[in-house]
């Protein structure tokens, strides 16, 4: 069934619009009449993408300006939706960063803000919006998880262990929830072509790059048939081949890898 308001409701959630993926996101579910409220750190870009949607999709875009580490971002976030009397009917928690280094030689509170931001508050905004959509028995989720959710990765143990969770709670919820009328999507793109390489240290990507338009349009298509996706042939056909490989030889191979994009490390 295409995606579209009367689905899932009348308006979506955002997090992380600013750029990349979410920005895309954004943009996709203006194109299909939804009302949005995006939401992110950077308020002029927040600004800049809520003019675009609202003159080309003619739809209602509220920002919300918040970093979603903080330890009452989803309350504020809730209270801001509750005062505009909107009704949030897919959330797309895309939100997070990542951390390239050895553990003992990163930031320790940026390690902590990583697992708040890509973890706490991916839990935090879905136990405040899943509930209204179970009670309408209609609703969507989206969780941004990665490839890397399904492998330990030197170098990016924590974001690899965040992006696990993200996965392996939004696969939980789809059994959970999809008898109640809730798709839910664990979305796990590989190597993108975003800024999010640059802000988590990876100096150097690979042959196979995917576009953040890629990634969105392939995941609005599977929301409500699968648990989760894996963009991309490439990422699919390395994680099929990985079933194979024993545990220490992923290790390995994981570390070589992530050791050659960033030699400094």
């Known amino acids: 069934m295409p995606l579209d308001p009367t689905r899932h409701g009348p308006a979506a959630l955002v997090t992380g619009a600013s750029s990349g993926i979410g920005r895309e996101y954004a943009r996709a579910l203006a194109a299909r009449r939804f009302d949005l409220v995006i939401t992110a750190r950077r308020r002029d870009r927040l600004e800049e993408l809520r003019n675009e949607l609202t003159q080309r999709h003619r739809v209602r875009v509220e920002l919300i300006e918040q970093e979603l580490a903080a330890p009452d971002a989803g309350q504020r976030i809730e209270r801001r939706v509750a005062e505009l009397g909107w009704e949030i009917g897919l959330l797309v928690n895309n939100a997070g960063f990542g951390l390239y280094g050895r553990l003992d030689q990163t930031d ?5 803000a990583m697992v708040d931001a890509n973890c706490r508050a991916v839990l935090d905004l879905t136990l405040r919006f899943l509930p209204p959509m179970v009670r309408r028995r209609r609703g969507g989720l989206i969780i941004l998880s990665s490839v890397l959710g399904f492998i330990p990765t030197p170098f990016y143990s924590v974001y690899s262990a965040t992006k696990a969770f993200d996965l392996l709670l939004a696969e939980a919820l789809h059994a959970e929830y999809r008898d109640l009328g809730i798709d839910v999507l664990a979305v796990c793109p590989g190597m993108t072509r975003t800024e999010f390489n640059a802000g988590a240290g990876i100096k150097s990507v690979g042959r196979f790059n995917r576009e953040p338009e890629q990634v969105v349009e392939s995941s609005l298509m599977l929301l409500g048939r699968r648990a989760f996706m894996v963009d991309g042939w490439w990422n699919r056909l ?9 545990r220490r030889l992923m290790l390995a191979g994981s570390h070589r890898i992530m050791t050659r994009r960033n030699p400094e490390a």
């Not at 320790?108 to 902590?112: H, N, W």
């Not at 390395?238 to 024993?246: E, I, S």
């Open 238 to 246: 390395l994680l099929a081949a990985l079933r194979c490989v024993p």
């Open 108 to 112: 320790p509170a940026r390690q902590v």
